[in-house]
Structures are given as structure tokens and as C-alpha cells.
């Protein structure tokens, strides 16, 4: 199996994404080559989005004044 590589887009991109504050907790699925971004309430709302424009692009996503994108809150039990 065959896995791309997710490219980052620049650090100037991600500042500028984060910066919208009214935005917080939104996800942004970021096309890293031109820094053209996609909004949802959830992964699969932004990505949905973003395949209409690009649909053989390649995303990095973030959620807007957050370090991460998913938190797990649970733990893995032992059987």
C-alpha cells in the first residue's frame, strides 16, 4: 500500500488561519501549495468541500485556535 506524504503548507499559512478568531473551533482543510483553505464544523464537512475544488489534492488540516485537530478522551482496555 501506497500512503502519500502530507505536505505542511508554510508557517505564514497557518498563522494567518489560526488568526481568525471569530472561526475557533472550526477545522480548516488547508491545500498546503496555495494555501486555499475549507471550513466545516467537522473533518469530513471541510474535506467534502475542499475534494469538490481539488479532488486529487492531498489536505492538512487544523482546527482554528487549537494545536490539535482530534483529541482522544478515552483509553484502550486490556482484554
Not at 14 to 36: F, H, M, S, Y
Not at 63 to 68: D, K, N, S, V
Amino acid at each position: 500500500m501506497n500512503i502519500p506524504k502530507v505536505k505542511r503548507p508554510s508557517e505564514e499559512i497557518v498563522t494567518r488561519i489560526q488568526a481568525l478568531k471569530e472561526k475557533k473551533g472550526l477545522i480548516a482543510a488547508i491545500e498546503p501549495d496555495t494555501g486555499v483553505y475549507f471550513l466545516g464544523k467537522t473533518l469530513t464537512e471541510a474535506l467534502k468541500k475542499a475534494k469538490e475544488k481539488y479532488p486529487d489534492k492531498i489536505f492538512y488540516s487544523i482546527r482554528i485556535g487549537y494545536t490539535f485537530v482530534h483529541e482522544h478522551k478515552g483509553g484502550l482496555k486490556k482484554i
